[in-house]
């Protein structure tokens, strides 16, 4: 299995620029999430999705958006970016059911995003 | 809202030592999960140890294990025997339980591993 794959693993913008940052997962997982990691600091949660149509926001959602039309998919978009952007962003899956294994957050590699 | 505070921004151990990692976190909620996460150079998130707040017994995973003290909301990690590979950043994370993936991290405590 190739668990969470996030594309790309680098990206450099420019303000005012539009991306979109892919996460797919072949574990057929109900939820996955979208974090940020900023030097030297956790990671805080962005959006989050517990099934396909069904997404929400977390605690840093502004400037982005995100949409899940299927169970394998979860992009990250960013609308005009901003240099507060830069970051690193890592998405995460995880089962809803499934007893002890969905208490199991599984992540990307991560992509490392600077907006100039 | 919950917080996770991580108060040791890094810890020193000599190759075959023990080191402790302390977490402190704040929640209303009953029922909730806590992990800690190791991120080495490559970034990759790897999950280390994860525990149930309804279970008293302290969770284990060969050499690492974790003092739990649900009154006191502390969730300290105990790596033993620690080794060069050891070296990275370490994350305390906390789930209520009925939020599936919503994770708070802490900030994070850098281990340094010396030969």
């Known amino acids: 299995n190739a668990g969470v794959t996030q594309t790309p693993k680098f990206q450099v913008l420019k303000t005012g620029q539009s991306m979109t940052l892919q996460c797919a997962q072949d574990m057929n997982h109900e939820y996955m999430s979208w974090y940020r990691q900023d030097p030297g600091m956790g990671l805080r949660l962005i959006h989050y999705s517990v099934g396909a149509g069904i997404t929400d926001q977390g605690e840093v959602p502004n400037g982005y958006n995100v949409s899940r039309s299927t169970t394998e998919d979860f992009p990250l978009r960013l609308l005009s970016a901003a240099p507060s952007q830069t970051s690193v962003y890592f998405c995460?899956?995880?089962?809803?059911?499934?007893?002890?294994?969905?208490?199991?957050?599984?992540f990307g590699a991560g992509t490392r995003l600077s907006v100039l | 809202a919950q917080t996770v505070t991580q108060s040791q921004p890094e810890m020193s151990v000599q190759e075959a030592e023990t080191v402790t990692l302390s977490c402190t976190y704040d929640?209303?909620?009953?029922?909730?999960?806590l992990f800690w996460y190791k991120q080495p150079p490559s970034r990759q998130m790897i999950l280390v140890i994860r525990?149930?707040?309804?279970?008293?017994q302290n969770a284990t995973e060969n050499r690492f294990s974790v003092n739990f003290q649900k009154a006191a909301k502390s969730f300290s990690l105990k790596i033993s025997d620690s080794q060069l590979g050891d070296a990275a950043m370490y994350f305390c994370?906390?789930?209520?339980?009925?939020?599936?993936?919503?994770?708070?991290f802490g900030g994070g405590t850098r281990v340094l591993v010396k030969p």
């Open positions: 995460a899956s995880s089962y809803h059911r499934g007893g002890e294994a969905k208490n199991i957050q599984y």
């Open positions: 994370a906390y789930r209520p339980k009925a939020a599936g993936n919503k994770l708070t």
């Open positions: 929640t209303s909620e009953s029922d909730y999960y």
């Open positions: 525990q149930e707040a309804y279970k008293q």
